[in-house]
C-alpha cells in the first residue's frame, strides 16, 4: 500500500462508509430478527410505565414506553438501540482527534470504523437494559475525557455526573465507570481530587429516586442484583478462566496484543494516555476479581469496550489499525452467520439439535398464542411458567401474561403487579414447553386438564385449570415466594413492600 492509503481523507472515508454499511446491516436486524424474550419483557415495562421495575432501574421501561408510541414494529422499538454504537463511534473519533497530533488524525478514524466492525457493535439492536446503559456510559465518559484535558474541567465534570447518574438509572453496572473515576482523580490526578465529588453530586438525583423506588417497594432492584442471584456463589476457577478468554475474545487478541506493544503516539499528552488506561482497565480489573466467584455475562462488559479502543487508538498508526480491521471483519463473519441462521433459515435446519422447540418457539410465538386461544374458556387468563416465554406470548398476546408458580429470581415484575386475589374462582390456561404433570396444578383448582398442541413439528402443552382457588396457592406458591425472594435484611429501612402487603405477609412488610 501507497502511504496516501494511509492518509486521513482515505481514513475518513473508509469510517463513513463502514458507517453506512454497519447502520443497514443493523437496520436488517433490527427489522428481521424476532423479538426476544429479555425485549418483550422489558416491553411490558412500557406497556406499564412506572417510576421503578423489579430488577433493574427504569431507563429501558422508560424508553420503550416512548418509542411505542410511535410504532409496536420491532424496528421502531429498536430504532434508539441500532444507533447507539453509531454515535459512539462519533464519539470516540472526536476524542481521538483533540488526543492525536495532527499527522496521526487517521488513526482516530480507523479506530471508530475497527469498532463499528466488531460483532458486539453491529449486533447490538436488540432493546434491553444493556442499550441506555451503553449510550449513557459513552455520554458520560466522552465528558470526563473532554473535561480532564480542559483547564477548568468542572462544567465537563458535572455533565459526566449527569450521564453517569442516567446510565444508574439504566443498570447498576455503571457504579463501576464512578468508581474508575474516583480511583484516576485520587491516585493519579490528584490535583483534581474534587471531579469525583463533583460527579456524584450531579448524579445524586438519579441515585435517590432509585433509592426512594426501591425503599418503598421491597428494595425490589437491591434483593435481585445483590442477594437473589448470588446465592450459592462460590470461588471457582472455573468463572475466572471463562471471564478471561472472554475478556480477550471481546477485545479481540490482535488489539490487546498491539496495544499493548506500542508505545503511545508523540504529541500525546501522558495525563490522557494514563487516563485511559485507568478508565478502561480498573473495571476490567473489577470484574476479573468478581470472576473468581461468579460469571461475568459478556455484555458486562460491552460498555467499557469503547474505552479500550480510544486506549488502542493512542498507540496505532494506521497501517496496523487497517490490518487489525481486516481480522475484525474475518471476526464477524461467523457471527454474522449464525444470527442470519437463527432469524431466517429454515426451522428444519434446527431438528438436530437441543435448541429446536425454542427455536420454533422464538419464530413462532405468534402462532403459539394463536393455538393458545383457541376455545380459550370466557374471562380465562393466559400465563407461563417462567418470564421468558410469559414476555414473549404477552407481545403477541396483547395482554399481561403472569407467571404461575414460583418462578425463579430473575424478573420478578409480577411481584409488583399482579394481584392473584382478583383470579379467585377464574379459569387460568398456563403455557409449557413440557408435558405437565397434573398433580403439581391440581391443589390451586377445581378441574384441571391438559392440552397438546404442534408448532412447526414441535408439540407444546397448556394447563387448563377451573376454578382458580387463591387461599391454596397463597398459602403455597405466593409464601415460598416470599420467603425466596423478599427475605429483605433488617438493616435495610423498609418503607413498603407491594408483594408482601397484597399478600399479607407481615416478615417482608413495613413494621416487620
Known sequence: MHASEFSAHVSRQIFWGTSAATLLLKVVLAAGFPM????????QWGVFPAWGYSDHPPMVGWLLAALRQISEHPLALRSFSLLVTSLIALGMVDLLRRFLPEEREASAWLVGAVY????????????????????????????????????????????????????????????LLGFAYAAHCFGWRRERWWAPFLIFAFALPAIALNVAFNATHGWTNVMFNVFNRNEGSRWS??????????????????????GAAARVASGVSPTT?????????????VFLLLSTRR???????????????IWVGLRLDARPLRRAMGWTVALSVPHLLVVAAIAWAPLTWWQPFKIHDRAVFLRETAA???ALRQDLPTGATLMAR??????????HHGQYVPVFGVGRHHARQDDQIVDFRSYEGRPIRVFLY???DLTAFAPYFERVSKRRFEIDGVAFFAVDGTGFKYQPYRDAVLAEVAREFHDIPAWLPLLGNPFCERYGFAACSPGR
Do not use: C
Open 116 to 175: 463499528l466492525v466488531m460483532p458486539w457493535s453491529w449486533m447490538f439492536v436488540l432493546v434491553t437494559t444493556d442499550t441506555p446503559l451503553v449510550f449513557f456510559m459513552a455520554l458520560s465518559a466522552w465528558a470526563y475525557l473532554r473535561a480532564d484535558t480542559a483547564e477548568h474541567g468542572a462544567p465537563g465534570y458535572a455533565l459526566a455526573g449527569l450521564f453517569l447518574g442516567l446510565a444508574f438509572l439504566s443498570k447498576y453496572f455503571a457504579a
Open 434 to 436: 413440557d408435558d405437565p
Open 237 to 258: 476457577l472455573e468463572t475466572f478462566g471463562v471471564y478471561v478468554g472472554m475478556a480477550v475474545y471481546l477485545l479481540t487478541p490482535w488489539l490487546l496484543w498491539r
Open 368 to 370: 403459539v398464542v394463536a
Open 273 to 285: 494516555a494514563r487516563t485511559l488506561t485507568v478508565l478502561w482497565m480498573f473495571p476490567l480489573l
Open 386 to 395: 417462567t418470564y421468558n416465554p410469559a414476555g414473549m406470548l404477552a407481545f
Open 295 to 309: 460469571t461475568i455475562g459478556l455484555h458486562w462488559v460491552l460498555g467499557f469496550v469503547p474505552l479500550f479502543m
Open 36 to 43: 426476544t424474550g429479555d425485549e418483550t419483557f422489558f416491553y
